[in-house]
């Protein structure tokens, strides 16, 4: 059986551009199930949009929190390191190598 060589695509574009696709698949998912709840129990289409909404904001307050603590929390875990991102292996093969302390 012929073989073929294994080659492997990475996503080199900005972490903006990740973490705006992840963050609108996540933020995307509660409140429209929130809302197909609310409409199952309320009566009134005022309740559902304004818990719609309500769930935005706090989903959008949420998100932005969580991300900028993650990313201060990797500036500072490779401050200690004494690496970057620049000099991470997905960017530059080179950089698997071991490097002493």
Do not use: C, W
Not at 53 to 79: F, T
């Amino acid at each position: 059986m012929p073989q073929t060589p294994h080659v492997e695509h990475h996503f080199m574009g900005s972490e903006v551009v990740r973490d705006v696709v992840i963050g609108m698949s996540d933020g995307l998912t509660v409140p429209f199930a929130l809302a197909a709840g609310l409409s199952g129990i309320a009566n009134s289409t005022a309740i559902v949009t304004t818990g719609g909404l309500a769930e935005i904001a706090a989903g959008s307050i949420s998100m932005g929190l969580g991300g900028y603590l993650a990313a201060r929390g990797d500036a500072e875990h490779d401050a200690s390191l004494g690496t970057s991102k620049a000099a991470s292996p997905a960017r530059d093969p080179s950089a698997a190598r071991f490097r002493p302390r």
